[in-house]
């Protein structure tokens, strides 16, 4: 144990004290603030302003007139903000509370509102003629869209339900532009239908109105507000720490192998210890670099939902059993990575034998949102024990808003302990065999083939 101690010290300080390691570790955070704070406000200053002419036949006399007025620049503008201001009354005091210091949500709705000029045609107008003005030349502003109002989109006819309108664009349009379009008719033929009734808008809005309220989650200790948009998220977070931190061991436990294998530094070393010694050291040394990883990300985490005052949305026994299945992925996963690294000489011989490893550990990860859709379902519950998919699964369903019963955690828990055990020791036969090999790239036979005579 004592050797294997070294090794694994080794291969931590080596691990840590690369420049590389502390440029990876940094490298997410800097993304995903690039992204958050960054990205936003050069879209932002970027982005150009949507302006143009829109042709509209209206054979009703009425939606033409009520579309000028929600196609205003300002309706527009007022209409964000009652969406914006909306989607902020869900979110966390310390969010709104951010965002009305800032400005910065507000600000980036409100950029670049669209400047339309409605052009009405005569109702009575050629369609096929004036399909022709959205690609002929125009010297001044961009022609934009042709709509077409239905005759019964105001007044519907007798037995038959209300019509609509037909839009018809030139190639390359942005699509804000429709966007725009379809909120701006809405509105218009809306209205137009209301008051083809003699009736207020402002009043059927008011009856029609019914506000949404805020779920309250109950659990066993209190309550709180539910916050959806977290519910949805947590699976996807809790399962890409699992593969990052496997990913971030693991690559670097078969980068080095087979740099020590083909500079004979492996030669060297198995004079002083035995290969399962080796392999050993190996592993846990890069599972203290990945647990490292992880709990810098986790720290991180915990400490931006406590200044969102977010914390209580977390399961504290969530990070206990991210910490027990990432261990035994880990295992499992540095096992085959450190397989493939003594059997082959360099890393393009490493790449077939890396492909259905590279799958089993992404394909969980992306089928987590199916999985957290439907935790109890036939497909979650069956995935939770067939390994190495299994500790994935299983930590999706309990990060999900349905968590599964304890014995089903305790099997899992049982059945990836009994794979690591299983992948560990044909992955210790391999090691024993391959690390002294040289010469051609061994197929996945071959390796059985060593399993069996080692």
Same mark, same amino acid.
């Given at each position: 144990m004592k050797k294997v101690a070294l090794i694994a010290g080794r291969e931590f300080i080596a =691990?840590? &004290?690369? !420049? *590389? +390691?502390?440029? @990876? $570790?940094?490298?997410?955070?800097?993304?995903? /603030?690039?992204?958050? +704070?960054? *990205?936003?406000r050069i879209m932002n200053a970027s982005s150009t302003q949507i302006s143009g002419e829109v042709a509209v036949i209206d054979p009703t006399g009425t939606v033409v007139a009520e579309l000028k007025k929600t196609l205003d620049p300002a309706a527009i503008a007022r209409r964000r903000t009652e969406a914006t201001a909306r989607a902020l009354a869900n979110a966390p005091a310390a969010v709104r509370g951010v965002v009305g210091t800032s400005g910065t949500a507000i600000d980036t709705v409100l950029a670049g509102t669209p400047k339309l000029n409605i052009i009405e045609r005569e109702p009575s107008a050629d369609v096929q003629r004036e399909k022709s003005w959205l690609t002929a030349p125009s010297t001044g502003a961009r022609h934009l869209a042709l709509v077409v109002v239905h005759p019964d989109a105001a007044e519907a006819r007798a037995g038959s339900d209300f019509g609509s309108y037909d839009v018809y664009v030139p190639p390359n349009l942005d699509e804000r532009v429709e966007n725009t379009l379809y909120e701006g008719f809405r509105e218009?033929? $809306?209205? =137009?239908?209301?008051?083809?009734?003699?009736?207020?808008?402002?009043?059927?809005? #008011?009856?029609?109105?019914? #506000?949404?309220?805020t779920s309250v989650t109950v659990t066993a200790e209190n309550e709180r507000r539910t916050n959806v948009g977290f519910n949805r998220s947590l699976p996807f977070i809790f399962g890409g720490l699992l593969v990052f931190g496997i990913m971030i061991g693991g690559q670097t436990l078969l980068t080095s192998l087979i740099e020590e294998k083909s500079s004979r530094v492996v030669e060297v070393l198995l004079s002083a210890v035995s290969p399962l010694? $080796?392999? &050993? *050291? !190996?592993?846990? *040394?890069?599972? /203290?670099? %990945?647990?490292?990883?992880?709990?810098?990300?986790? @720290? /991180? @985490?915990? /400490?931006?939902? #406590? %200044? +969102?005052a977010m914390i209580g949305l977390l399961d504290p026994m969530l990070i206990v059993y991210l910490l027990i299945f990432f261990v035994i992925s880990y295992l499992v996963f540095a096992a085959a990575f450190g397989a493939v690294g003594a059997a082959v000489n360099e890393m393009r011989e490493a790449q077939s034998l890396m492909t259905p490893v590279m799958l089993a550990l992404m394909s969980p990860w992306m089928l987590g949102p199916m999985i957290a859709r439907e935790p109890n379902s036939t497909f979650a519950v069956a995935a939770s024990f067939i390994p190495p998919v299994n500790t994935f699964a299983m930590m999706t369903r309990l990060a999900s808003s349905s968590p599964p019963p304890a014995w089903q955690v305790w099997a899992t828990v049982a059945v990836g302990l009994a794979s690591a055990f299983a992948v560990t020791w044909f992955a210790a036969k391999v090691f024993k065999v391959g690390l002294l090999m040289h010469g051609k790239a061994p197929s996945f036979s071959t390796l059985v083939r060593w399993a069996r005579e080692a």
């Open positions: =691990a840590v &004290a690369n !420049k *590389g +390691f502390v440029i @990876g $570790l940094l490298l997410m955070p800097v993304v995903v /603030a690039v992204l958050a +704070f960054v *990205g936003p218009a033929v $809306l209205t =137009a239908r209301i008051r083809g009734r003699q009736l207020d808008r402002a009043q059927v809005e #008011t009856v029609m109105r019914v #506000t949404r309220p010694e $080796l392999m &050993a *050291g !190996k592993i846990l *040394g890069q599972m /203290a670099v %990945s647990m490292l990883v992880l709990a810098l990300y986790l @720290g /991180a @985490g915990l /400490a931006l939902l #406590t %200044s +969102f």
